[in-house]
């Protein structure tokens, strides 16, 4: 609308706008039904009524698998086979966005714009999973059903985790997206990392050791994560995941200080050593987590 503008009539703005708006539609849509369907339980419609039960509500989902927890909560925890469609479609529109932004700056680097998409569907598969690891157990929780299932031929672990498998099995759009970029940034990979060199060449084989104790921290740190949204899920009504968005801000916070003042008291540690001590410490939290809460459920069980 201005005098003399030659820009393109859709620049990056309104593609991001509109690309925003259709992701929240989307998410939306899909939430709607689970939201809205929260009829007041002994209500009756009146005989004028023309309100009819949501068809999610009565919809059939099919028979269940050999495994009847991994197929509820596939379908009834993590919203089943549409979810995970529109989760696969909102990775592909973010892989489309961030492609138009890379082309619309002139960074067209393939290999740098894998590392994005990896940096980002890993940020996504990690919200996905913590998502999911706060309400794994909240039906349960809050319907006091959890010594119904406790009844079953199973443990209480293993039926913890056939619920994390079927919540797990939502989560691959994510992490499809991520090995499509892996493989797009794998030659500039061996390219650095010259695995043919291992060996023979020290600072080869430092950096390949440091690219994998670098994949090793970032697994152990998810594993931790979501061990602690589902713990604090057990022991909070609500907030689990702020609250442990907010101790894991806290917990790096400290761990920086501490890094900080080994280097500052100039220890005699490599920083191999110190990332190889910090897998090591995220690894027995998950640990102990994962044994913390099938203790939890032990006591909810009994006291259900």
């Known amino acids: 609308m201005r005098t003399g503008f030659r820009g393109a009539p859709i620049g990056w703005q309104v593609g991001s706008n509109l690309g925003l708006g259709a992701t929240c539609f989307c998410i939306a849509w899909a939430l709607f039904d689970r939201c809205a369907d929260q009829a007041v339980e002994g209500a009756s419609l009146g005989g004028g009524s023309g309100v009819r039960p949501l068809r999610r509500a009565t919809a059939r989902r099919g028979r269940p698998w050999r495994h009847p927890l991994v197929w509820k909560d596939f379908h009834y925890v993590v919203g089943g086979l549409r979810v995970v469609w529109i989760k696969f479609g909102v990775c592909v529109g973010i892989v489309g966005l961030l492609a138009w932004g890379a082309i619309e700056s002139g960074n067209v680097e393939i290999s740098f714009f894998g590392y994005v998409i990896m940096f980002v569907m890993t940020v996504a598969w990690t919200a996905d999973l913590a998502i999911s690891a706060s309400r794994i157990f909240r039906v349960e929780m809050r319907g006091q059903t959890l010594s119904s299932l406790a009844a079953l031929p199973f443990s209480l672990g293993t039926i913890a985790?056939?619920?994390?498998?079927?919540?797990?099995l939502a989560s691959w759009p994510a992490m499809l997206v991520f090995f499509g970029a892996f493989a797009v940034s794998a030659p500039d990979i061996l390219r650095w990392l010259k695995p043919w060199e291992l060996g023979s060449n020290q600072a080869v084989t430092n950096e390949f050791t440091g690219f994998c104790l670098g994949v090793?921290?970032?697994?152990?740190?998810?594993?931790?994560?979501?061990?602690?949204?589902?713990?604090?899920?057990?022991?909070?009504?609500?907030?689990?995941?702020p609250l442990a968005m907010v101790i894991s801000f806290v917990g790096t916070q400290m761990a920086g200080f501490a890094f900080a003042f080994i280097f500052a008291m100039n220890f005699q540690m490599s920083g191999e050593v110190v990332l190889s001590l910090v897998v090591i410490f995220l690894l027995l939290g998950?640990?102990?987590?994962?044994?913390?809460?099938?203790?939890?459920?032990?006591?909810h069980a009994a006291a259900a």
Do not use: D, M, N
């Open 161 to 168: 985790r056939q619920k994390a498998l079927g919540c797990l």
């Open 216 to 241: 090793a921290l970032t697994l152990a740190a998810i594993a931790f994560f979501v061990h602690l949204v589902a713990w604090l899920s057990l022991r909070v009504k609500f907030g689990a995941l």
């Open 286 to 299: 998950a640990a102990s987590l994962h044994a913390t809460i099938a203790r939890r459920l032990e006591k």
